[in-house]
């Protein structure tokens, strides 16, 4: 069974950067896509990135050209990389995993 740890959220200002992190333990063979999701306040959780076990990703399109995601499978890590943060991206950002696993989520606020 896979446990996610999701790390790294925190406070920041419109305009700047923060790294999220996700690390899968647990008993398993091989972790395959990994994908970020988020919730805000009152919002339905959403789709934020994901990426293949062959590093193949694709992003929402309010993220695109702002977020990158990437992976260490030799550490079965994953990494979202957040630029230009918006106050819209504010929220519990998951670690989410086939078959429905998800981590317990990290808070970013994006001051205006």
């Known amino acids: 069974q896979v446990r996610l740890v999701e790390s790294g959220g925190g406070l920041v200002q419109t305009g700047g950067s923060l790294r999220l992190s996700c690390a899968a333990s647990?008993?398993?063979?091989?972790?395959?896509?990994m994908s970020w999701y988020r919730q805000a306040p009152g919002k339905q959780r959403e789709f934020v990135a994901t990426i293949t076990s062959d590093g193949i990703a694709m992003f929402a399109g309010s993220v695109k050209g702002r977020f990158a995601i990437s992976r260490d499978n030799a550490k079965n890590m994953v990494y979202l990389q957040m630029n230009s943060l918006k106050p819209e991206d504010a929220g519990v950002y998951y670690c989410n995993t086939p078959p429905g696993v998800w981590g317990q989520g990290t808070q970013v606020t994006v001051s205006s």
């Open positions: 647990g008993s398993f063979s091989s972790i395959k896509a």
